[in-house]
């Protein structure tokens, strides 16, 4: 196993690290500019947050009955289709759908940070309370999974361009950082998400 996440980490090193700033930069800064623009639209924050509540009613994500081991496979489950979603869109080399998931996910943080500050709640410790301690977590997952489509789309247009080029290694490595590295994550944070972020949410109350 130390040779498989040694082989990761190279991996990384080499092939990944610019396409996963370069996203995380993304990520950031949708989010903020999200979150500003929503300050100034505050009935379409009041919508927009409605919208996002019922999606995680529907999937039973904020159900009070629903038990911390529940809540962490229901969070597991959740953020796995996601990012697998995510991963997948990079066999269709566009680049706008990872683009677009990636976009959509920290718009929803703005979205909710922005709610938050037009109701009068404390942004600062919700964040470090309630985001912080799985999204360390959940976050690099996201945008590693986004890194990844990119490398494959860019692979798909090597391919074309260079016969010589293995794309069947570059499937095969994308597949093996989003089973070792993608997924773990996520199975933390869900761990963290449902048992600690509580803890520490209760400290807020």
């Known amino acids: 196993m130390k040779k498989v996440y040694l082989e990761q980490w190279n991996l990384f090193k080499q092939s ?76 269709l080399p566009i680049f706008l759908p990872a683009i677009g998931i990636i976009v959509m996910n920290s718009a929803i943080m703005g979205i909710m940070f922005a709610y938050m500050k037009l109701t009068g709640q404390a942004i600062l410790p919700m964040l470090f309370a309630g985001i912080i301690p799985h999204g360390i977590f959940e976050i690099p997952a996201i945008i590693l999974a986004g890194t990844l489509a990119f490398y494959l789309s860019i692979g798909i247009f090597r391919k074309i361009n260079d016969a010589r080029f293995s794309f069947k290694n570059c499937a095969t490595n994308s597949i093996k950082t989003f089973v070792f590295v993608c997924v773990p994550l996520l199975v933390i944070a869900a761990i963290v998400e449902a048992f600690i972020t509580p803890i520490f949410l209760g400290m807020l109350v």
């Open 16 to 91: 990944y690290w610019k396409l996963f700033v370069g996203l995380l930069i993304l990520f950031i800064l949708s989010s903020v500019a999200v979150y500003f623009f929503m300050l100034k639209n505050e009935a379409l924050v009041t919508t927009l947050m409605k919208q996002v509540s019922k999606m995680f009613e529907e999937k039973d994500l904020i159900d009070p009955d629903t038990s911390a081991i529940e809540l962490a496979i229901g969070l597991f489950k959740n953020n796995t289709m996601a990012c697998l979603l995510l991963f997948v869109s990079g066999f």
